[in-house]
Nanobody, 120 residues
């Protein structure tokens, strides 16, 4: 399974972006992680295979929404009310055996990352 993330860019604080992650096959669970310069990679959001269950990091709850369109093999991350601290490279990831996990090691497949820059 290959993942291709897109949709990053530069936006002012308070703005919105929608990231997309196209996959070449189905995975059980999907997630988004982010990595700011000089920092570790952190969990952002995860979604179940059906899309009926989601999980978010506390820092993005109420601002970000993860969703998936299984007919298109695509996962989305809608990001609203963006803040400068959201600036990072965002990675989508797929797991063949875990659902709604925040642990990066439990994801088998990773996209190449897309850069999101939020200016103040």
């Amino acid at each position: 399974v290959q993942l291709q993330a897109s949709g990053g860019g530069t936006v002012q604080a308070g703005g919105s972006l929608r990231l997309s992650c196209a996959t070449t096959g189905r995975t059980l669970g999907m997630g988004w992680f982010r990595q700011a310069p000089g920092k570790a990679r952190y969990f952002v959001a995860a979604i179940s295979g059906s899309g009926g269950s989601t999980r978010y990091a506390d820092s993005v709850k109420g601002r970000f929404t993860i969703s998936r369109d299984n007919a298109k093999n695509t996962v989305y991350l809608q990001m609203n009310n963006l803040k400068p601290e959201d600036t990072a490279v965002y990675y989508c990831a797929g797991s063949s055996y875990r659902v709604l996990t925040s642990i990066s090691l439990e994801y088998d497949y990773w996209g190449q990352g897309t850069l999101v820059t939020v200016s103040s």
